[in-house]
């Protein structure tokens, strides 16, 4: 069952994409890993993703899609996930992003048993995205909370406190933790913990339109799990490159 720590990108997965300058846009990469909150969503191994956005100067909507590999008898190898949100620039340095994705899965139908095919895990999750802009870069403060956590019925919450500082022009490094929070830690089966954290440090940058990052990342789940293979430290790098219309 994917393990209980599905989520959105940022990688992350879900990684919701900012707003595009041309009014449609499509994104397509490739990640050494597609992780979410420093857990591999593809059992350690390569992923392939694209999107499609439309956007204004404040408005946006779009869909995201990646290959998973969740291990053991589940045969689920898709994530596509929808997504539609407001954008306020509410004064020179502070902006609110806020929306609403819904995230779907394929590849596994129902054979083995009631709850077992990948459109059983669906689920909607509400986020917003606050940021502060100085001489000493940007500053965010992210948000995420489903009630219906991979079509569960439990509550999770996830809260990211992250920083961004372009060393040099065109050479960013960025800096994140963020904390995953269960409200019933029994529906997951990653020892009973009812939450855990997450470490990551980023480099980004852009050569010739492709857009290129490289970060490594670690969790501090109990290394002793049988899981921790798909959450211990690791370098993940990926490039990705964006048509706009």
């Known amino acids: 069952m994917k393990k209980i720590l599905l989520a959105t990108a940022v990688t992350s997965a879900m990684l919701l994409p ?92 129902n054979e083995a048993g009631p709850g077992t095919a990948s459109d059983d895990f669906a689920y909607p999750e509400v986020y917003g995205k606050f940021g502060l802009a100085s001489d000493y870069g940007q500053t965010e403060l992210n948000l995420w909370y489903t009630w219906d956590y991979f079509g569960y019925g439990e509550g999770h919450s996830v809260a990211m406190l992250a920083h961004s500082y372009e060393v040099v022009k065109g050479h960013t490094l960025r800096a994140s933790v963020d904390q995953s929070m269960f409200s019933d830690s029994d529906v997951k089966n ?26 490594v ?20 790098a990926g490039v990705s490159h964006t048509y706009a219309f």
């Open 217 to 236: 990342e670690t969790t501090d789940f109990d290394k002793d799990m049988d899981t921790n293979d798909t959450a211990t430290t690791r370098i993940v």
């Open 190 to 215: 990653w020892g009973g913990e009812s939450s855990y954290n997450h470490y990551r440090l980023g480099y980004e940058t852009s050569v010739e339109g492709f857009d290129l990052s490289l970060a």
């Open 18 to 109: 900012s707003l595009a300058t041309a009014d449609l846009s499509v994104t397509a990469g490739v990640v050494s890993d597609y992780t979410f909150n420093g857990v591999s969503q593809t059992d350690n191994s390569p992923a392939l993703q694209v999107s499609l956005d439309y956007g204004t100067d404040d408005f946006y909507v779009g869909t995201w899609a990646s290959n998973v590999d969740f291990d053991g008898n589940q045969d689920t190898n898709i994530e596509w996930d929808f997504y539609v949100g407001k954008y306020f620039q509410v004064s020179q340095t502070f902006s609110v992003d806020t929306g609403i994705a819904y995230y779907t899965y394929h590849g596994q139908d």
